[in-house]
T-cell receptor, first 119, second 112 residues
């Protein structure tokens, strides 16, 4: 059973460019969340997708957008890249998009991340 | 603001000792806290969840406590091993409880 996969592993871009990161959730999971993790910091929530719609959003500008496909995979797009966008971008999936988790807690299963460097 | 804070200082301990990591929260009462392990260049891996009505939760050599009076969770690794060296993250639910807010993590190094 494959876990969460992300591509590419590493990416180097220059300021002002646009980037697309991809994520395939764990089998059986229908909800995908994206996090940004700067060096030495904990992950910060960007947004969450369920049923192909953005369900929740963190404190990130509109330059950050996403998409979820019918097979539950997801993309994160960042436009007009800034130096400060350099970070590890993590995708996380969970299986309880349509209902409250039986345990009452939504454990996240993370992928290995995409390391984005903006020069 | 609703903060979740971990001791950002790195923790070095000798193999075989018990490592204790701290997670403090302010201005709210989370229904639960989660602990994750993260190795360099990898995504976090879920370890344990403890609810506000639970005093303690154990899993093999791991133990988590939740003190709602002190607004603090402690994460213990007993009989620590060099393979336990990693960054440990504390997280609380936020938004509609379908997202997590993480602390900055504590980097643990177990010395052989």
């Amino acid at each position: 059973d494959a876990g969460v996969t992300q591509s590419p592993t590493h990416l180097i871009k220059t300021r002002g460019q646009q980037v697309t990161l991809r994520c395939s959730p764990k089998s059986g999971h229908d909800t995908v969340s994206w996090y940004q993790q700067a060096l030495g910091q904990g992950p910060q929530f960007i947004f969450q997708y369920y049923e192909e719609e953005e369900r929740q959003r963190g404190n990130f500008p509109d330059r950050f957008s996403g998409h979820q496909f019918p097979n539950y995979s997801s993309e994160l797009n960042v436009n007009a890249l800034l130096l400060g966008d350099s970070a590890l971008y993590l995708c996380a999936s969970s299986p309880f998009g349509g209902a409250a988790p039986p345990s009452g807690a939504d454990t996240q299963y993370f992928g290995p991340g995409t390391r984005l460097t903006v020069l | 603001s609703q903060k979740i804070e971990q001791n950002s200082e790195a923790l070095n301990i000798q193999e075989g000792k018990t490592a204790t990591l701290t997670c403090n929260y302010t201005n709210y009462s989370p229904a639960y806290l989660q602990w994750y392990r993260q190795d360099p260049g990898r995504g976090p891996v879920f370890l344990l969840l403890i609810r506000e009505n639970e005093k303690e939760k154990r899993k093999e050599r791991l133990k988590v406590t939740f003190d709602t009076t002190l607004k603090q969770s402690l994460f213990h690794i007993t009989a620590s091993q060099p393979a336990d060296s990693a960054t440990y993250l504390c997280a609380r639910p936020s938004g509609s409880a379908r997202q997590l807010t993480f602390g900055s993590g504590t980097q643990l190094t177990v010395l052989p």
